[in-house]
């Protein structure tokens, strides 16, 4: 088997650039990590250069069965280490912690892949990862851009985030039509000091009617009506960093000023 015919329903687009296939594995914190995940490793381009780590474990996890039978043959001592499955189904926990999570990720799942590294953040100690360069651009976003949403916050309040690499569309078959870029997010706290059901909640209800001030977009919470006049609820929420999320949070969560 030479090559694998990229498939329209996983998204995929591989990397066919072996410089910066290195220049992206380089990018791994490997002395804070016990575990190494990559994600969707297609026909190998960035493993080969993961198997030259030593002393980690390492996992590949590939849910294309024509990708997996590429990579037996080409990297027979990955075996034991190649699971066939579905990424976002996959229960991370049960990895040994501190993980690092790798990937050259399908745009059409990205955000998704996100979310499941947020929802996992207490064993997850880094993530570096290919995305869409516009998606890239929103998880670094800053308050005060149209660029900043829910994800740039969420993911912003426990982990670093920067925009290592942009990349044009050569470097990859089939060429996407959109530029990529690398980012890492590296975490940089456990805990947040407020609710953080509550803190979630509130950053959806807002990012998702982010036109109205925040006494608009939050109304349907029942203790702001106590403390509306706050000059907070006078924002909208690009305005808001996450500390101010924090303390948006035990506002509605105590109800009083």
Do not use: W
Request: glycine share 4%; with cysteine.
């Amino acid at each position: 088997m030479k090559t694998v015919n990229p498939k329209k329903k996983f998204g995929q687009n591989f990397l066919n650039d072996n410089t910066i296939a290195t220049q992206i594995v380089s990018f791994l914190c490997t002395e804070k990590t016990n575990n190494i995940i990559e994600v969707g490793p297609g026909m190998g381009i960035l493993t080969k250069e993961i198997l030259k780590i030593e002393n980690l474990n390492k996992k590949f996890i590939e849910l294309d069965k024509e990708c997996c039978d590429y990579l037996l043959n080409n990297f027979s001592e990955i075996k034991k280490d190649l699971i066939n499955d579905d990424f976002l189904k996959i229960d991370i926990k049960k990895f040994n912690p501190p993980v690092s999570i790798i990937g050259n990720f399908p745009y059409n799942i990205s955000s998704q892949i996100l979310f499941k590294v947020f929802e996992n953040k207490e064993i997850i100690y880094e993530m570096i990862g290919m995305f869409q360069y516009e998606v890239a651009e929103r998880i670094c976003s800053t308050k005060g851009t149209k660029k900043y949403g829910i994800l740039s916050v969420l993911i912003q309040a426990f982990f670093s985030v920067e925009l290592l690499i942009k990349i044009k569309p050569e470097s990859f078959y089939p060429s996407p039509k959109v530029n990529s870029a690398v980012i890492r997010i590296r975490k940089v706290r456990d805990k947040i000091d407020c609710d953080e059901i509550l803190f979630k909640q509130i950053i959806k209800s807002a990012f998702n009617q982010r036109r109205k001030t925040l006494k608009n977009s939050l109304k349907s919470f029942k203790k702001i009506e106590n403390i509306k006049e706050h000059s907070i609820f006078d924002k909208r929420a690009e305005e808001l960093d996450v500390d101010d999320y924090i303390f948006l949070t035990n506002l509605l969560s105590n109800g009083n000023i």
